[in-house]
C-alpha cells in the first residue's frame, strides 16, 4: 500500500541551524501539506502545496520557513534559523484529488524535531 | 470560524468495555468534512474515517462506530470491546469546502484513550 515517507525521523539542532524535512507523498497525489505537533498538544496545520505554489498557509509559517518541490518526488519543509519553540513533531501529507476538502490526507511518521 | 473540541482529555477503560470519544465541532460552512485519526504510541498519525456534512448515516467498521450529528454538531466515535491496541491518542478533525485550493485540517486536542489489561 502506498505511503508517505519522511526523512529523518529524528533531527537534534543547534538553535539558529537551518534544517531541512524531508517527504516523499504518495505519487499520485496533488496536494502536500505540513503540520507540526509540539509534544502532548494538538497538531497544527502549517502550509499547503499545489501545482508548485504555496495554497494556503497559517500564522505560524512566517519568514522562517519555506517549502519547495525540488523534484517529481519529494517535498521540503526548510526552517532557516531554528528556534527553541520549533522543537516538535512535522507530519508531512498528501492528498489525491482536487481540493472542496473531500480528500483525505494520508500522514507520513513524522520527523521529531529537537532544538537545542 | 473552525473549531473542533474534545472535551475529554484522557479515558481509561479496562479491556472489554465500550468506551465513546466525544467530538463537537464549529463551522459556518455547509460543506465540510469530519475525520478521525488514530495517533498510537509510536507517533504516526493514522486516519480512520471521513465523513462529509450531507452523509449523516452512522458507520461501522468492525469494533469501530462513527455517530455523526449535525443537530449537535457531533461527531462520536465507538471503540466496542475495547483491546489493549486500542491505546492511543484519537484527534477529530475538520476540513471545510473551499471552491478551490488545498483544504487544510483543523484538529482538536485530541483524546489520550488507554485500555487497562
Known amino acids: 500500500e502506498p505511503e508517505v515517507t519522511q526523512t529523518p525521523s529524528h533531527q537534534v539542532t543547534q538553535m539558529g541551524q537551518e534544517v531541512i524535512l524531508r517527504c516523499v507523498p504518495i505519487s499520485n497525489h496533488l496536494y502536500f501539506y505540513w503540520y507540526r505537533q509540539i509534544l502532548g498538544q494538538k497538531v497544527e496545520f502549517l502550509v499547503s502545496f499545489y501545482n508548485n505554489e504555496i495554497s494556503e498557509k497559517s500564522e505560524i509559517f512566517d519568514d522562517q520557513f519555506s517549502v519547495e518541490r525540488p523534484d517529481g518526488s519529494n517535498f521540503t519543509l526548510k526552517i532557516r534559523s531554528t528556534k527553541l519553540e520549533d522543537s516538535a513533531m512535522y507530519f508531512c501529507?498528501?492528498?489525491?484529488?482536487?481540493?472542496?476538502?473531500?480528500?483525505?490526507?494520508?500522514f507520513g511518521p513524522g520527523t521529531r524535531l529537537l532544538v537545542l | 470560524a473552525q473549531k473542533v473540541t474534545q472535551a475529554q482529555t484522557e479515558i481509561s477503560v479496562v479491556e472489554k468495555e465500550d468506551v465513546t470519544l466525544d467530538c463537537v465541532y464549529e463551522?459556518?460552512?455547509?460543506?465540510?468534512?469530519l475525520f478521525w485519526y488514530k495517533q498510537p504510541p509510536s507517533g504516526e498519525l493514522v486516519f480512520l474515517i471521513r465523513r462529509n456534512s450531507f452523509d449523516e448515516q452512522n458507520e461501522i467498521s468492525g469494533r469501530y462506530s462513527w455517530n455523526f450529528q449535525k443537530s449537535t454538531s457531533s461527531f462520536n466515535f465507538t471503540i466496542t470491546a475495547s483491546q489493549v491496541v486500542d491505546s492511543a491518542v484519537y484527534f477529530c478533525a475538520l476540513s471545510e469546502a473551499y471552491q478551490t485550493g488545498a483544504n487544510n485540517l483543523f484538529f482538536g486536542t485530541g483524546t489520550r484513550l488507554t485500555v487497562i489489561p
Open positions: 501529507a498528501s492528498s489525491e484529488s482536487e481540493g472542496l476538502g473531500e480528500e483525505t490526507q494520508y
Open positions: 463551522t459556518r460552512d455547509t460543506t465540510y468534512y
